[in-house]
T-cell receptor, first 114, second 108 residues
Framework: EAQVTQNPRYLITVTGKKLTVTCSQN?????MSWYRQDPGLGLRQIYY???????DKGDVPEGYKVSRKEKRNFPLILESPSPNQTSLYFC?????????????FGSGTQLSVL | TQLLEQSPQFLSIQEGENLTVYCNSS?????LQWYRQEPGEGPVLLVT?????EVKKLKRLTFQFGDARKDSSLHITAAQTGDTGLYLC????????FGTGTRLQVFP
């Protein structure tokens, strides 16, 4: 089944403790992206990747890192999480990089930073 | 900065009613997408429109892209409880911008 898999679904951590949220897609998609979703603010892009070893900042990249060493994986790293990073995170992928491409989303990771 | 405003923010209706959700911007988009997000899941694409004035139908859902490609609407006829969810529009030019969403609750 074609899908984007994120792990974990829920994560509670404390300020400053490094964490990684994994994202994997099995559709051989070129484009992958991370979003955060906050009430009243919609989906905001954190980082995106157009291909292996090619990553770029989105609209809200501060406090986050990503890597794209393989086509299928695009982990999101929070080196020193802070409470303002408490949010619902989504990984997404699409076949191409055009903005009218269909985005496939994972089921989300609810992160709470205490 | 491109912004996409959706209205209303919240909508609570009975099964069988009709409704329209709006997505507006001051910017021109080359394409516009509508996604539906159900609780505990990620957004799922419903439709993409690319031509000004374009109308697309998906069963009871009718999507329209404004003539000037700055706005769009989603009309649902005879809403069902299964239509409950968060509806997001997303406009694309050189990047994809998501609207703030309309949360729809359909009661039996």
């Amino acid at each position: 089944e074609a899908q984007v898999t994120q792990n974990p679904r829920y994560l509670i951590t404390v300020t400053g403790k490094k964490l990684t949220v994994t994202c994997s897609q099995n559709m051989n998609h070129e484009y992958m992206s991370w979003y955060r979703q906050d009430p009243g603010l919609g989906l905001r892009q954190i980082y995106y990747s157009m291909n292996v070893e090619v990553t770029d900042k989105g609209d809200v990249p501060e406090g986050y890192k990503v890597s794209r060493k393989e086509k299928r994986n695009f982990p999101l790293i929070l080196e020193s999480p802070s409470p303002n990073q408490t949010s619902l995170y989504f990984c997404a992928s699409s076949l191409g990089t055009a903005t009218n491409e269909k985005l496939f989303f994972g089921s989300g990771t609810q992160l709470s930073v205490l | 900065t491109q912004l996409l405003e959706q209205s209303p923010q919240f909508l609570s209706i009975q099964e069988g009613e009709n409704l329209t959700v709006y997505c507006n911007s001051s910017s021109v988009f080359s394409s516009l997408q509508w996604y539906r997000q159900e609780p505990g899941e990620g957004p799922v694409l419903l439709v993409t429109v690319v031509t000004g004035g374009e109308v697309k139908k998906l069963k009871r859902l009718t999507f329209q892209f404004g003539d000037a490609r700055k706005d769009s609407s989603l009309h649902i006829t005879a809403a069902q409880t299964g239509d409950t969810g968060l509806y997001l529009c997303a406009g694309g030019t050189d990047k994809l911008i998501f609207g703030t969403g309309t949360r729809l609750q359909v009661f039996p």
